[in-house]
Every structure is written in structure tokens, then in C-alpha cells.
């Protein structure tokens, strides 16, 4: 089955500055790429996602890169805000695999005015 | 995307009781599933609800356990049997248009078993 990696698990940058958070995946039929952003005590918030047939994707500050042939993909924050602090999942989805999304183990990323 | 709503939000249960959490989509939904939240963890697929018929578990997940139900294309529900402290945790449900992907969560159901 599908297995994801997710690194580092925790992030401090100070605002203003970038942040990346990388993730692998191993099923190469994995086909769909999300993002969710966690606040405390709240539930997973879709950020941004991206489909296998595209290699980048962007919504303002934030950006997705997906690597298909090394089966890897990062989250990309720029000019990084207080309230962006929150836990950042990345998950992979194959939809041949029954459309069960694999969650990495998460960033916990601190933005520090 | 769909608004999904839980019921209870929590919950401080006794051990070797059950606990039924109610998950409901404002939209029909192809798709849903339920997932653990341990403290400070990652998201942990529990099953796949299947409408009509008996939810599909992952690895560690048993039906005796956590018996789900799914009547129609809105609303699931997950009951965690026998309970014991190790089964404390955020349940969560998820549901997904088949056409999209993206799947959006319900708020949650934070269970304490004493």
C-alpha cells in the first residue's frame, strides 16, 4: 500500500521568510496530492492539491511542486504570516486504491513575528 | 466543496461501553470515510464507509470493534465498541465527490474513555 513521508516535523521561520515542507510518496499510481492545514482543535482545512498530470500549482503564497518520476512533492509558503502557524499534513491519493487518502506525519510549522 | 457536521462533539465515556458518533454531509457525497486523530499524531484511516453494504477496514481495524453503518448517500456512522483508555482520540469523517478528490473533514468527535 501507499506509504508517505513527510519532513521535517517541525519548522520555525521567522515572518516574512519562506517555508518548504517535502513529501514522498511510494505508489506510483498515486494520482492526486493534497494539502491541509490544521489549526488547533480544528479540523484538516484543504489548502491547495495538485493532480498528477501537473507539475506545479499556485494560490497566492502558497505553491505546490509534484516530482512525479522521483515521487516527491513540497508545499511552498512565501512571505510567511503569524497566523500561518498551524500543523501542515501532506496526503496522496490513488484513486485505483479505492480513493483512500495517506496522510504524511506532519509539520508542525511556527512563524514567529 | 460540502459542509459536514458531527455529532457529539465529545464525549467522557466509561470503559467496556460503546460510543456511536454520527457523521452527516449537507450534499450527497460518493464517497466517505473515518479516520483517528491520536494527540499530536497524523490522521489514521479507519475505514471506508460503503453504502448498502459492510465498510471496508485498513490494517489494525476490525468490524467488531468499529462498526460502521452508511443507509444513503449522506450520513455514516462509526461506533466504537468495548471501550478501553487506548481508544481515546479525535474520530473524524471525511467525505469525497468522486469526480474531484478532494476530500473535506467534519469537525471532529473528541472521545475521553475513563
Known amino acids: 500500500g501507499e506509504n508517505v513521508e513527510q519532513h521535517p516535523s517541525t519548522l520555525s521561520v521567522q515572518e516574512g521568510d519562506s517555508a518548504v515542507i517535502k513529501c514522498t510518496y511510494s505508489d506510483s499510481a498515486s494520482n492526486y496530492f493534497p494539502w491541509y492545514k490544521q489549526e488547533l482543535g480544528k479540523r484538516p482545512q484543504l489548502i491547495i492539491d495538485i493532480r498528477s498530470n501537473v507539475g506545479e500549482k499556485k494560490d497566492q503564497r502558497i505553491a505546490v511542486t509534484l516530482n512525479k518520476t522521483a515521487k516527491h512533492f513540497s508545499l511552498h509558503i512565501t512571505e510567511t504570516q503569524p497566523e500561518d502557524s498551524a500543523v501542515y499534513f501532506c496526503?496522496?491519493?490513488?484513486?485505483?486504491?479505492?480513493?483512500?487518502?495517506?496522510f504524511g506525519q506532519g509539520t508542525e510549522l511556527s512563524v514567529k513575528p | 466543496s460540502a459542509v459536514i457536521s458531527q455529532k457529539p462533539s465529545r464525549d467522557i465515556c466509561q470503559r467496556g461501553t460503546s460510543l456511536t458518533i454520527q457523521c452527516q454531509v449537507d450534499s450527497q457525497v460518493t464517497m466517505m470515510f473515518w479516520y483517528r486523530q491520536q494527540p499530536g499524531q497524523s490522521l489514521t484511516l479507519i475505514a471506508t464507509?460503503?453504502?448498502?453494504?459492510?465498510?471496508?477496514?485498513e490494517s489494525g481495524f476490525v468490524i467488531d470493534k468499529f462498526p460502521i453503518s452508511r443507509p444513503n448517500l449522506t450520513f455514516s456512522t462509526l461506533t466504537v465498541s468495548n471501550m478501553s483508555p487506548e481508544d481515546s482520540s479525535i474520530y473524524l469523517c471525511?467525505?469525497?465527490?468522486?469526480?474531484?478528490?478532494?476530500?473535506?473533514f467534519g469537525p471532529g468527535t473528541r472521545l475521553t474513555v475513563l
Open positions: 496526503a496522496a491519493l490513488s484513486y485505483n486504491q479505492g480513493g483512500k487518502l495517506i
Open positions: 471525511s467525505g469525497m465527490r468522486e469526480s474531484y478528490n478532494e476530500q473535506f
Open positions: 464507509a460503503n453504502q448498502g453494504s459492510e465498510a471496508t477496514y
